[in-house]
């Protein structure tokens, strides 16, 4: 009914398979007997036969006409529009194009941020995801991801790292080792910085980790070390201290340098734990039975299965035996510890299979008294390896362990040797830390320490010269009551040296002076240490502006690191980057895969991901 010669027409009342023409009554019929074959062929052919000529036959073709157009009209946006999006959509992304540009982008990220090889652009199956997900993107080569977008994105990141060390960077330390590659015959020395900013936030940054080729002297490192930071425009003088390891060419160089430089606390202890306990005799023996036991189980199959039969029997949880590293005396912690936890199941299985060797009674007891010893030892490497270690965690980690190991427990039977050689090893190795000004102040300035960790003498030496450096006149601070160490026969823990130490020596009777800068010091030091699991940032935020002058010095002192993890983790990465899928890499390029992973998280919109190396 919606035609338009109905204008001209109505159904018949007594039969509607009949229309009648309103200008002459005709019945017209409407094609059919039934609705469903109707139509108006019938009626319009009447029109145009009957009233040819006439003003009705061109006022129907007029409305015709019009409601064509209009129909036209209508089918244009569901018809047309669909059609020029297909077009569209099916035209490539010119390669300048800003969507093309950011996809770009994000491949370079996914290349550098999951250790991918530059090839990865080139495989079939990551070559079809891209092309599911943007059909009108062109996936580049992979010379042009190696050789634009990759040091594109590394001048990018770089110009931001630069604004950093510029607006904030007054006081920096570092960390520095050189790590040599399995895959290829290339060496790396690295450069990495940390600081605070205004507000005591954490800024750490990876500046370098550049090709070291030809003998490591010192000279050749201090030389690389000044080009190094010549590039990042950072003078001398706003280096607070460079954290390395003990070898003598690092050393040396640091001196050639004139840059003050510590050594990892880290790589000391251990020095000392190997030096102490694991060079004794008796314990080389047992710790060498250990590794035969682990290797029979690591090179066979079928022992591994058996064993992990045996632990389920016993009601004991599946586990693996640990491998050490000889060079990690820790590594060889958490192997006898692990060979402790499955004494049960390995004394069944060698009662029906047949191991190279195994420990005899006298053996496990000297293991299990030994690990008494470790064990403190281990804690505190995990806490000084800690990404919030600072140098202000020396001092006193060494006065705990020491009062510690002189504490006599039951289980010193059979290991009070090494248990006192190793206390011997510890005195002389860390001998050095209390003249360092950079560790004692450190530590007065950590608000969980104070002075708590020193002597009489040195709490005064200390507080003196912390007075010098505010450029005041100094004054002795109150003696604290000297109290012995106890010796008891009961379990004793490296964390309850810890309290025992500042109830000891926390003086609640300290005065304070008119000077501003002694008044400082002395209500500071009046403030109980706060605990120990608080962060002494989130002190010193709070507390800025009521201390200016010690929130200035805490800024600098605390800053530096108390081991060179940073620097070791930073080569955990590398192995990942310079692969045996990518060994032919070069050091530039590695470098730059490098510092854009470390960084990348610290630019603005961008999400920040922990990677595993840090």
């Avoid at 035609?3 to 009648?20: L, M």
């Amino acid at each position: 009914m919606s035609s338009p010669v109905w204008k001209f027409f109505s159904v018949a009342v007594e039969d509607n398979a009949f229309a009648i023409c309103k200008k002459c009554s005709a019945r017209v019929p409407r094609g059919g007997k039934n609705s469903s074959s109707f139509n108006t062929s019938n009626l319009i052919s009447h029109l145009r036969g009957r009233h040819r000529g006439e003003d009705v036959l061109k006022e129907y073709e007029a409305a015709a006409a019009a409601a064509k157009v209009k129909s036209a009209k209508a089918k244009t946006p569901s018809v047309i529009v669909p059609i020029q999006r297909a077009f569209e959509n099916a035209k490539k992304f010119s390669r300048d194009s800003e969507k093309a540009k950011a996809i770009n982008d994000k491949v370079i990220e996914f290349i550098v941020l999951d250790d991918q090889p530059f090839s990865v652009v080139e495989d079939l199956g990551f070559r079809g995801l891209v092309q599911h997900l943007e059909p009108r993107y062109t996936l580049p080569s992979r010379r042009f991801f190696s050789d634009v977008s990759l040091p594109a994105l590394y001048e990018s990141v770089a110009t931001h790292i630069h604004n950093l060390i510029d607006k904030n960077g007054l006081h920096i330390s570092f960390t520095t080792d050189i790590w040599t590659s399995d895959v290829s015959p290339v060496s790396m020395l690295s450069l990495t910085a940390q600081w605070f900013d205004e507000h005591f936030n954490m800024q750490k940054v990876l500046l370098h980790a550049q090709e070291c080729s030809g003998s490591h002297t010192g000279a050749m490192i201090c030389e690389a070390f000044e080009a190094m930071l010549e590039r990042w425009s950072i003078t001398k003088d706003r280096v607070h201290v460079v954290l390395r390891d003990n070898a003598r060419n690092i050393i040396k160089a640091m001196q050639d340098c004139e840059l003050a430089s510590l050594g990892c606390m880290a790589h000391t202890l251990q020095l000392a734990v190997n030096e102490a306990v694991l060079s004794q005799r008796s314990i080389t023996d047992c710790i060498s039975i250990c590794r035969k036991m682990v290797g029979h189980f690591k090179h066979s199959q079928v022992a591994t299965s058996r064993l992990q039969d045996l632990q389920k029997q016993l009601g004991m949880k599946e586990m693996r035996l640990q491998q050490d590293v000889p060079t990690r005396w820790n590594s060889t912690f958490y192997m006898l510890r692990s060979l402790l936890d499955q004494r049960r199941a390995l004394a069944a299985y060698a009662v029906d299979f047949q191991l190279p060797a195994f420990l005899s009674i006298q053996q496990w007891t000297l293991i299990e008294n030994m690990m008494t010893i470790l064990d403190p030892c281990e804690q505190l490497t995990r806490d000084i390896s800690s990404s919030t270690a600072t140098v202000a965690d020396v001092i006193p980690s060494i006065v705990a362990l020491k009062r510690l190991l002189n504490k006599t427990v039951a289980t010193d039977h059979g290991v009070k040797t090494s248990k006192t050689t190793l206390l011997q090893a510890i005195e002389q190795r860390f001998s050095h830390i209390y003249g360092e000004p950079l560790f004692y102040l450190a530590t007065i300035l950590d608000p969980r320490y104070k002075d708590c960790y020193f002597d009489q003498p040195m709490k005064r030496e200390v507080t003196e010269k912390l007075q010098t450096m505010m450029s005041c006149a100094s004054e002795n601070v109150d003696e604290p009551k000297v109290k012995k160490t106890k010796t008891d026969g009961g379990n004793v823990s490296l964390l309850a040296m810890y309290e025992e130490i500042l109830q000891e020596n926390y003086d609640v009777t300290k005065e304070m002076t008119q000077s501003r800068t002694e008044g400082q010091i002395n209500m500071y030091l009046s403030e109980p240490p706060i605990p120990r699991s608080e962060s002494p940032l989130e002190y010193w935020k709070r507390n800025k502006s009521q201390f200016p002058d010690l929130a200035s010095l805490a800024r600098k002192y605390l800053s530096a690191p108390c081991t060179s993890i940073d620097s070791e983790r930073l080569f955990s990465a590398a192995a990942n980057v310079m692969d045996e899928k990518r060994n032919r890499i070069g050091c530039e390029k590695a470098e730059m895969l490098l510092f854009i992973k470390k960084n990348l998280p610290l630019m603005p919109n961008v999400t920040n991901r922990k990677d595993d190396g840090h």
